[in-house]
């Protein structure tokens, strides 16, 4: 598209002299920024150049104005040691240098080879050799202009000096532009310039005479140039997965439950019949918490779990045996996983059907890695009805795991103190099986107790290393980074 704006068009016209215009001071604009962008287009177009140039320049800072009219740290230092022999490094402070000089200095002498620091029996023992001459950085700051970059870096580093760069560009006609400039009329940057069809100018048009519609020129537009990508707001990936995933059971039928992060021992542990000297409850895979100490859990409460878990009460099991400890089910703890919420909701409704679920976070004193975190989300979920059968847990792991676009699923037997049968799952995902959590039936000995007579089906997965399959990431750790690029760039779901 060869036709110019009226803007454009007077750049040209300014540099028809052939000469480079600082790109401040070209006649006809009022700035360098009005300049530049009128040199846009003509500069794609390759009639106009632009150069342009970096200069740097050093500043003392009100630090380096101190040395150098005191002097740096290290010749200060360095002047004092000379005929002392060995000094202790706290002697320094005694003899006038200030506090905040002494770490610097040693750390100069060291490097400047202009002091001998050695460890001994007295402490840190400081001794020189004759004063040495000026150096590089003694000579830089007094004359700044005539400092190499190194050395100036060096002061920079110092907090010394502040480096500035500036930038000046030039403007100049390229042969093509040239050429494009003496085709312009002297009037071709005259008029009136339409940079927005508005309705006002639609309906006005019509009135206008001959003469006056010509001096309305339609400023023209490439709608080749390349254009910034937008980077609008948007939900995070992981909001994104969980939208979704609240979306696959609400269309199941199913209705969303939350709890606390902080629960008592009981709801978390003994509830779930996991015993009171199960590994999960040590210090290496729980954090318990000092400030509360402990939750009061209700009397009956605590009577009706320590019958079960001493000889398994009314389940017809025979419990773990010994004394159940009620103070230990009173600690306070961050949850290790959201089933204690689903504990709570089968005890407030143990005559009802119910198919809930819940997404939480969760806290285990893990290492971090790639695989895995000390936090993170659990998609926890339950069905309770007289038709709930084994059949219906793996259904509806295989239909979840096909609408998160995991269409291959396996189960594998394991065990949980809470469930029986239990089973790992483990989803096929770029050639090979991931484990994503586990599932089963709740025993007796959790449901009983509450006064819930149905089977109770339930699962429980991993939101991050299903989000890390969904988002293609090696690295658990990488969804939590905040790689602007990343969020930009990842797609909405």
Known sequence: MDELSLAESRLLLALKDGKAHPAGSVPGFATESEALVAADRPVRLGLVAVQETVQSRADLTPEGKRVLAEGFPERRVVRLLVGRGAVPLERLATL????????????WLRRKNW??????????????????????QEGALKDLA????????????????????SKSRTLALTPAGTTKASTLRADAAEGTEVNQITPELIAKWSTMSPAEKAKQRLRPFDFNVPVAVPAPGKAHPLTQILTEIRQIFWSMGFTEIAGDYVESAHWNMDALFIPQDHPAREMQDTFYLAEPASIVVPRADL??????HETGGTTGST???????????????????????TIRHLAAHPKEPLKAFGLGRVFRKETMDATHLPEFTQIEGIVTEPGATFDTLVGLCRHFFARMGFPEVRFRPAYFPYTEPSMEIDVFYNGRWMELGGCGIFRPEVTKPLGVRDNVVAWGFGLERLAMMRLGLKDIRDLYVSDIEWLRTAPLR
């Open 96 to 107: 006038g240098v200030p506090a905040g000089d002494v770490q610097v200095a040693v750390g």
């Open 303 to 308: 009577d009706r779990v320590a019958a079960v």
């Open 115 to 136: 002091a001998k620091v050695e460890k001994g029996p007295d402490g840190t023992m400081l001794s020189a050799t004759a004063e040495p001459m000026p150096d590089e």
């Open 319 to 341: 419990g773990w045996g010994g004394r159940f400890d009620r103070d230990v089910s009173q600690k306070a703890m961050l949850r290790t996983h959201t089933t204690n919420t």
């Open 146 to 165: 005539r400092a190499s970059g190194k050395v100036l870096a060096d002061l920079a580093a110092r907090g010394l000096v502040a480096l500035k760069e």
